[in-house]
């Protein structure tokens, strides 16, 4: 059965130079969500479009988002898991830099951190993160994989995995990302039922209670 992949960008749009244009090109059946205003990050119109994308896709749905892309397809697609066949999902963006109009670093209590699934997706789906990324730290990148029931990939000193740190063709992506279909098959999983959290989780949990999630 033919397969969309859905790449999610994030502020700011994904530029011809970034790894995710570069991978578009690569993958077949690849399309890109658009978005009204690239740099107004709004979830709740950002998820809306990945949502509609999620329902007008052929076929398994496969997500490659980054950052605050990563928000958005995670909002989306976990009411859809019946559709989605996985999602790589790179360098996401602290959701406490976001309120629900947009990036606002010191958003306090109108973060949109309540706002993003806090339980497993319901799908496979992979977390990759780098040890310097200025938009999440990598103890609070490992706890949301672990929220999300996402394998955990740090990839080292990588900045926010974009064009800035040197991630224009990006052949380890591409490699991770035809790995990870070919482990999990090309059909949705389906609805899973909730995983019980793991001790490393909850210990993860103490720890951002204990620290800002930067």
């Known amino acids: 059965m033919k397969a969309t992949t859905l790449i999610v960008p994030g502020l700011n749009n994904s530029g011809a130079s970034h790894w995710q244009s570069w991978l578009e090109e690569r993958?077949?059946?690849a399309h890109r969500v658009q978005q009204r205003n690239w740099a107004e990050a709004?979830?709740?119109?950002?998820?809306?479009?990945?949502?509609?994308a999620i329902d007008a896709a052929v076929g398994p749905i496969w997500?490659?988002?980054?950052?605050?892309?990563?928000?958005?397809?995670?909002?989306?697609?976990?009411?859809?898991?019946?559709?989605?066949?996985?999602?790589?999902?790179?360098?996401?963006?602290?959701?406490?830099?976001?309120?629900?109009r947009g990036l606002e670093p010191n958003a306090g209590s109108s973060a949109i951190t309540?706002?993003?699934?806090?339980?497993?997706?319901?799908?496979?789906?992979?977390?990759?993160?780098?040890s310097n990324d200025p938009w999440m730290r990598l103890t609070a990148a490992s706890v949301w994989a672990d929220r999300w029931g996402s394998q955990f990939d740090c990839i080292g000193r990588a900045g926010h995995i974009n064009v800035d740190s040197g991630h224009g063709p990006w052949p380890r992506g591409l490699h991770l990302f035809e790995r990870f279909r070919a482990a999990h098959g090309g059909e949705p999983l389906g609805a899973i039922e909730a995983l019980d959290r793991s001790a490393h989780t909850r210990r993860g949990e103490r720890m951002l209670e204990q620290q800002w999630l930067g």
């Open 27 to 29: 993958v077949d059946g």
């Open 42 to 52: 709004a979830i709740a119109e950002w998820t809306s479009n990945v949502s509609e």
């Open 63 to 100: 997500i490659v988002a980054h950052s605050f892309g990563c928000l958005a397809a995670v909002k989306a697609a976990v009411d859809r898991s019946d559709r989605v066949a996985g999602a790589l999902l790179v360098a996401p963006a602290n959701p406490e830099r976001f309120s629900e």
């Open 114 to 130: 309540p706002l993003i699934p806090h339980e497993p997706l319901g799908f496979p789906s992979v977390v990759v993160a780098s």
